[in-house]
């Protein structure tokens, strides 16, 4: 089993910028997808972004497109998300989430099986 720890929330003024990281321990696969997903109060959890461990696909949910870019370091085990012009919306709790099966999507989240702890963005306005 994969353990996943986010960092890098934190608080932050509208159009400000934020990167959070994913760590990953044990093997990942290049079969593998890791997402970012976050719930804001209230709210549902809701897909972000995601990328494949190997190639340079990358899905993301409109609402971010344009503003945020999910990449990753393979060497580190790492996943990144870099949130730029930060809206009062994007408030919430951001998971990471490790999708191991080759099938499925990449936007639900039934579809992801390991999770990390989640890391808090508050943006201010």
């Known amino acids: 089993q994969v353990q996943l720890v986010e960092s890098g929330g934190g608080l932050v003024q509208a159009g400000g910028s934020l990167r959070l990281s994913c760590a990953a321990s044990?093997?990942?696969?290049?079969?593998?997808?890791m997402g970012w997903f976050r719930r804001a109060p209230g709210k549902e959890r809701e897909f972000v972004a995601a990328?494949?461990?190997?190639?340079?696909?990358?899905y993301y949910a409109d609402s971010v497109k344009g503003r945020f870019t999910i990449s990753r370091d393979n060497a580190k085990n790492t996943v990144y998300l870099q949130m730029n012009s930060l809206r009062l919306e994007d408030t919430a709790v951001y998971y990471c989430?490790?999708?191991?099966?080759?099938?499925?999507?990449?936007?639900?989240?039934?579809?992801?099986?390991?999770w990390g702890q989640g890391t808090q963005v508050t943006v201010s306005s």
């Open positions: 990328i494949r461990w190997s190639g340079t696909t990358t």
């Open positions: 044990g093997r990942i696969f290049s079969t593998y997808v």
């Open positions: 989430a490790l999708r191991s099966r080759t099938w499925g999507t990449y936007y639900s989240s039934y579809d992801y099986a390991d």
